[in-house]
């Protein structure tokens, strides 16, 4: 799907020629194993980075510059995959074929080197405080908003009880004292640790000369070789509690449950699990939505997610505070029903058709298939839609019904108001 060139140890260009689209897509990932404190200054240099640079030394400059690009779209993000945290530059541009005149990707990847190894320093070659603690403020105002979603509180509570000291449970964006303690010092120190230190793949899919695409990214990012990291193992971690109950101002119980699996995303049985989610509680068809929230009217909403990457499963459900006992011993019936093989030909037809509806609109968009392919380029087998495709219509009812054997129920946690107390 892209094609893979080395240029030094441990950075990459991934490449892919294509028609499909008429922008040119590029994302630099640089990666390093994850933890707190690091997640904080991570998050909090994108935004940074983001705001300004040498060349333009304010927001609304470099805004302008981008419109002046025919609105090129340029943002930098983290995220975690597995063990790893990973910091993002995403840039969407023209083509030059579909312009007059112009040389539209050059003065782009000019930018983008700015971006990333020109930043707005002071003289002292730190940067810039009052731009640190404003960046500062906002990333603890996104950590705290998780307050104001209580779903996503709640999912919160159950991964820290569910897997506490783990990767699940290790935010992104660290920890608001974490945060707090970072300084324009600190913030330089993990800037050039993680342009020395940090594995880089750079990405990039449009109508392009590969080979003359390749040369112009060697030339704008001049990243030098850097030691591998072995990808390590995903560590154990087991419950606090097996049942957590607390409260909180919210109307709408939150009922989420975490399972383990020993089926992750580079095990071999990996589709056959996708399968059974989207019969258990993944799709409008499963048998949560169908009974817990549809037949029994128990539920707002009954769901169920596979993280691939971790071996766990969660529910997520939206309820009536007095209801609690009934939903949870539904949502064991449904785990129960599969086990037992109470699963029809339309469920399982189904679920494959969705599955593959959603690789489908994933590929519909240039940064769907940079993810694809970064997600699944680690497997053995080379990831194309016709492998995947074959892989789920060959699952059967008895892989289902193995699968659903093979989850265990590890943590129950709800969050409810005071008055259920």
Not at 306 to 320: C, D, F, H, L, T
Request: proline fraction near 3%; charge should be negative; charged fraction near 25%.
């Amino acid at each position: 799907m892209f094609n893979r060139t080395e240029v030094a140890e441990g950075v990459s260009i991934f490449t892919r020629k294509t028609e499909q689209f008429k922008t040119v897509n590029f994302s630099i990932k640089l990666k390093r194993p994850l933890n707190t404190v690091e997640a904080a200054n991570r998050t909090v240099l994108t935004n940074v980075l983001q705001h300004s640079n040498q060349a333009f030394p304010t927001a609304a400059a470099l805004r302008m510059h981008l419109d002046d690009l025919y609105g090129t779209v340029l943002y930098l993000d983290t995220t975690k995959t597995g063990n790893d945290q990973v910091v993002l530059l995403n840039v969407e541009t023209v083509n030059d074929h579909y312009l007059k005149q112009g040389n539209v990707l050059k003065q782009v990847l000019t930018l983008m080197n700015k971006v990333l190894f020109e930043p707005n320093l002071t003289e002292d070659g730190y940067f810039q405080p009052s731009i640190v603690e404003r960046e500062k403020e906002m990333v603890i105002e996104r950590i705290q908003s998780v307050f104001d979603e209580k779903s996503r509180y709640a999912q919160k509570r159950l991964q820290e009880i569910f897997r506490p000291n783990h990767p699940i449970s290790t935010s992104v964006n660290g920890t608001v004292e974490a945060v707090q303690a970072i300084t324009p010092q600190s913030l330089k120190q993990t800037y050039e640790k993680m342009l020395a230190e940090d594995l880089v793949d750079i990405f990039v899919i449009g109508d392009i000369d590969e080979e003359e695409m390749v040369a112009a990214l060697k030339e704008a990012f001049p990243f030098k070789g850097r030691k591998r990291f072995e990808k390590a193992p995903i560590p154990t971690s087991k419950a606090t509690a097996a049942y957590t109950k607390e409260t909180f101002d919210t109307r709408q119980g939150k009922l989420h449950i975490g399972y383990s699996t020993p089926v992750t995303f580079e095990h071999e049985d990996f589709p056959k699990m996708q399968i059974f989610n989207g019969i258990f509680g993944g799709y409008p068809h499963a048998k949560l939505f169908m009974n817990v929230r549809e037949k029994e009217s128990l539920a707002y909403y009954c769901s169920s997610s596979y993280s691939a990457q971790y071996g766990v499963m969660y529910v997520m459900s939206g309820i009536e505070q007095e209801n609690e006992e009934k939903a949870i011993r539904l949502i064991d019936e449904q785990l129960e029903a599969i086990r037992e093989g109470d699963i029809s030909d339309l469920e399982i037809t189904q679920t494959k058709a969705m599955l593959k509806n959603q690789l489908k609109e994933a590929l519909d968009s240039a940064r769907g298939q940079i993810e694809l392919f970064n997600q699944y380029r680690d497997l053995k087998e080379p990831f194309t839609v016709e492998n995947m495709s074959a892989k789920w219509d060959a699952v059967s009812k008895e892989d289902v019904v193995r699968m659903a054997k093979q989850l265990n129920k590890e943590a129950v946690y709800f969050l409810c108001g005071e008055e259920a107390e």
